[in-house]
C-alpha cells in the first residue's frame, strides 16, 4: 500500500520525535512551529482548528484518543457512490451484480 503525502510527513514526524529530545519538546510546545523548522513547509490547517502533539511515549500509560464525531458534512463519497446518490446508476442493479456477478454474461 502506498502512503499518502499526509502518511509520510507524518512518520517523519513521529521518526524524529523518537530519535530527538530537543524537537519534541519543541513539537509539545508549538507543533506548527516545530514542523514547518522540520521541513523547511509551513503545515496549513484549517482555521479554526489547533494542532497538539502529546508525548504518548510513557509505556506505563495507556492513552485514549477520542476523535470527534463525524457528521454527515465530514463524510466524502467515491465516484461510484455520487453517481448512485445523482441517480446515474440503479442501485439495484449493483446489488443484483454483486450478487450474481454472471448473470447476463453467459
Known amino acids: 500500500m502506498k502512503l499518502t503525502k499526509e502518511?509520510?510527513?507524518?512518520?517523519?514526524i513521529?521518526?524524529?520525535?523518537?530519535?530527538d529530545?530537543?524537537?519534541?519538546?519543541?513539537?509539545?510546545?508549538n507543533p506548527l512551529?516545530?514542523?514547518e523548522k522540520l521541513t523547511g513547509k509551513r503545515l496549513d490547517i484549517p482555521k479554526g482548528k489547533t494542532?497538539?502533539?502529546?508525548?504518548?511515549?510513557d509505556q506505563s500509560t495507556v492513552y485514549i484518543n477520542i476523535p470527534a464525531q463525524q457528521t454527515m458534512d465530514d463524510v466524502e463519497l467515491t465516484e461510484e457512490q455520487l453517481e448512485i446518490v445523482a441517480g446515474g446508476v440503479n442501485p439495484?442493479?449493483?446489488?443484483?451484480?454483486?450478487?450474481?456477478?454472471?448473470?447476463g454474461v453467459i
Not at 446489488?95 to 448473470?103: M, S
Open 21 to 29: 529530545t530537543e524537537f519534541k519538546t519543541a513539537l509539545i510546545e
Open 51 to 57: 494542532l497538539v502533539a502529546r508525548d504518548q511515549t
Open 33 to 35: 512551529k516545530a514542523i
Open 92 to 103: 439495484g442493479a449493483i446489488l443484483q451484480a454483486a450478487a450474481d456477478p454472471l448473470k
Open 14 to 19: 513521529v521518526q524524529k520525535a523518537w530519535e
Open 7 to 12: 502518511q509520510k510527513l507524518f512518520q517523519t
